[in-house]
């Protein structure tokens, strides 16, 4: 059965990473499957990833990515185009780079998630919760594997830079550092050094926010269409 778990919020930013946390804590089975709430998942992808299920494996689906107006649910396989920068997949492989993990479709066992106490509630709204996530992953010599089970993501629109959450990636990008001792999400913030929102450089060992985006900036970052986001 379907369960909905509500999440007391004080904040505007979504607590995305103890969303997940409640999830998995809240769950009843020892294979913990995690989808983002705008991806489709293909009629065989569950099936597929517990084929290679292991208690010491981290799996990542495929995510492939729809148009605005798809169309009829049951043919989105047909109108879903691959990521240009993921790796089209024949055979699942184990994948030696965990910057390749996205946390919009994985699976992992009950028990490696708590290993490693799931993710950083430190993070708070966009940005950072997944990359820390997984270089606990790497940490804990968990296993990456990149398997070829479709999930299909709905298109919506975003801004380009992310400007509506300026403040949510400067202080998740400030506590990253402060915790692993290098930067994330550095082309977001080198877009708004380049804007003048913020003072920061590769060498930076703090982001100061300057000013914040004008209307008219919003408006121009904003993609209707935008397709791999």
């Given amino acids: 059965p379907i369960r909905i778990v509500h999440i007391e919020c004080s904040t505007k930013r979504l607590p995305i990473a103890k969303a997940r946390n409640i ?3 809240e769950s009843s089975y020892d294979k913990l499957f995690f989808l983002d709430v705008d991806c489709i998942p293909d009629r065989s992808y569950f099936e597929q990833m517990a084929t290679y299920f292991k208690d010491d494996r981290v799996l990542m689906g495929t995510p492939h990515y729809l148009p605005k107006n798809p169309g009829d649910i049951k043919h989105i396989h047909e109108k879903a185009i691959a990521h240009p920068h993921r790796p089209l997949l024949i055979e699942p492989r184990k994948e030696p780079d965990y910057n390749m993990f996205w946390s919009l479709c994985f699976a992992m066992s009950r028990k490696s998630f708590e290993s490693i106490a799931g993710f950083d509630e430190g993070f708070l709204g966009y ?3 997944d990359t820390d996530f997984a270089w606990k992953l790497k940490d804990a010599e968990l296993e990456l594997w990149l398997i070829n089970a479709k999930v299909y993501h709905q298109q919506h629109p975003v801004s380009v830079p992310p400007l509506g959450h300026l403040e949510a990636i400067v202080d998740n990008s400030n ?7 290098f930067w994330i999400m550095e082309s977001w913030l080198q877009d708004f050094n380049e804007m003048g929102l913020i003072d920061w450089n590769p060498n930076t060992e703090k982001i100061n926010i300057v000013r914040q985006p004008t209307s008219q900036e919003k408006e121009n970052a904003y993609r209707e269409d935008a397709l791999f986001m």
């Fill in 23 to 25: 999830g998995a804590r």
């Fill in 127 to 129: 940005g950072g919760e």
């Fill in 175 to 181: 506590y990253f550092y402060n915790k692993r001792g």
